[in-house]
Nanobody, 121 residues
Framework: QVQLVESGGGLVQPGGSLRLSCTAS????????MGWYRQAPGKQRELVAT???????NYADSVKGRFTISRDNAKNTVWLQMNSLKPEDTAVYYC???????????????WGQGTQVTVSS
């Protein structure tokens, strides 16, 4: 199994910045896509940003130009740098990984436990 552990959430004022971190551990044969999703109260979980193992990225329109996703394949870690934060960015942010745990296994979807980001004055 693959475990994902997030850190870096918190309370920040509008216009501020936060950096989220997520490290994968456990039985990992191959990490493919990694990414961040978020879920605000009363809303569905939505994609924030994803990054392939080769480095290509994808962003939700609402965060383009403000958020940057990056990863270190050697450390099995993905980061989300969030700048110019807005109150509407308030949500629980979840790390996601599509991974193969052992050689010969199929790809599976893994989720972290979530970290709260609150943007408020």
């Amino acid at each position: 199994q693959v475990q994902l552990v997030e850190s870096g959430g918190g309370l920040v004022q509008p216009g501020g910045s936060l950096r989220l971190s997520c490290t994968a551990s456990g039985s990992i044969f191959r990490l493919n896509n990694m990414g961040w999703y978020r879920q605000a109260p009363g809303k569905q979980r939505e994609l924030v940003a994803t990054i392939r193992s080769g480095g290509s990225t994808n962003y939700a329109d609402s965060v383009k130009g403000r958020f940057t996703i990056s990863r270190d394949n050697a450390k099995n870690t993905v980061w989300l740098q969030m700048n110019s934060l807005k109150p509407e960015d308030t949500a629980v942010y979840y790390c996601n990984a599509i991974a193969v745990a052992r050689s010969g296994d199929i790809e599976r979807n893994y989720w972290g436990q979530g970290t709260q980001v609150t943007v408020s004055s």
